[in-house]
């Protein structure tokens, strides 16, 4: 009996520290701090006690200068199996820098500078272990998707090339039907655009959007397309919802979220695919503060959470989990 007891309570202890390992909220990035341009911080936002907390600090001169982005997001992607990050920055000479960072230590493991464009986004697949990116080429109006070699940096194959239309930094991926999922612009509208990562490559969809997407999240488990964006009638209100990837329209919207009038929705986002939460930032402009919004997209729970000020600002996010 007593032995009983005893593996119940201990049940209840294992199943009590699971569940709060579970409640953690915790996004990592890099980020910068307006009077110190030379360094860049990587550590992580812990949402619950709504503080920063700094891992390591580089320099630009080893990985590139972030400032020197045309597109809001620094490109990164993260490999759970190895716990590393990718990133690439464009150093004060102007070439193009990918880095492999300890994302545990936050130390900087080696670069690469052998690819002669620069990096839109990046994308790695977490089940073929293939890092892709979206690439600048030397036609303004033509960009490429393309797989990069992670031993030695050197651009291995081109799985599609996207023409006549203007490039963003949004972009999510799914590693079981292996595509880049893309938005672009062309003339006065948003598109939406697959390119196939396996076998030859080629774009299997381009579909035009009714509304502007901020950011796109692709869930593999559901194989659903999240994205935020503002409400096309009320300019203060935020939506989430479920991208139509035939039509190009919003099939359910999960959350909406009314916001000050001043405000600016920014395009930092990441998912938790294990909780199934949904991380996008706000920052209100009068009185300034930064905000981090996250939704529950199975229950449409909402939090927004107000960091405390410091001259700190985002380059890129990720959620580090093992996911496999």
């Known amino acids: 009996m007593k032995k009983s007891i005893y593996s119940i309570i201990l049940y209840l202890i294992i199943f009590i520290y699971k569940s709060k390992q579970e409640e953690k909220h915790i996004i990592y990035a890099l980020f910068g701090d307006t009077f110190k341009s030379d360094l860049i911080y990587y550590g992580f936002i812990d949402l619950d006690k709504s503080e920063y907390n700094i891992i390591s600090t580089l320099n ?25 990050i990718f990133i690439s920055a464009i150093n004060n000479l102007n070439k193009t820098i990918l880095s492999v960072i300890n994302a545990t230590t936050g130390s900087l493991l080696y670069t690469f500078n ?51 239309v203007e490039p963003t930094d949004i972009s999510t991926y799914c590693p079981i039907c292996r595509k880049y999922f893309l938005i672009m612009f062309e003339n006065d509208h948003y598109i939406y655009v697959e390119v196939n990562t396996s076998d030859d490559g080629g774009i299997s969809s381009n579909v035009s959007l009714n509304f502007s997407p901020f950011n796109i999240i692709f869930n593999y488990k559901t194989f659903t397309i999240y994205s935020t964006y ?27 979220i009314s916001n000050p009038t001043h405000f600016v929705l920014t395009k930092f986002s990441t998912f938790d695919i294990e909780n199934n939460l949904y991380y996008i930032s706000n920052i209100v ?40």
């Open 60 to 84: 630009i001169d080893d990985i590139g200068n972030p400032r020197n982005r045309k597109y809001e997001i620094l490109p990164l992607t993260y490999d759970p199996s190895n716990d590393i």
């Open 285 to 324: 402009t009068q009185p300034f503060s930064r905000e981090i919004i996250y939704i529950n997209v199975n229950t449409s729970q909402t939090m927004r959470i107000s960091l405390p000020n410091t001259d700190y600002n985002f380059y890129a996010w990720f959620i580090k989990q093992f996911v496999q």
């Open 230 to 256: 503002i409400n096309q009638t009320d300019r203060n209100i935020l939506q989430i919802g479920i991208l139509n990837r035939t039509s190009g329209c919003i099939s359910q919207v999960i959350e909406t």
């Open 114 to 164: 052998k690819i002669p464009y620069e990096i839109i986004s990046l994308q790695y697949d977490i089940f073929n272990k293939k890092l892709f990116a979206h690439t600048e080429t030397n036609n303004e109006y033509l960009t490429q998707i393309v797989e990069i070699d992670t031993n030695n940096g050197n651009l291995k194959q081109i799985f599609g090339q996207i023409y006549g």
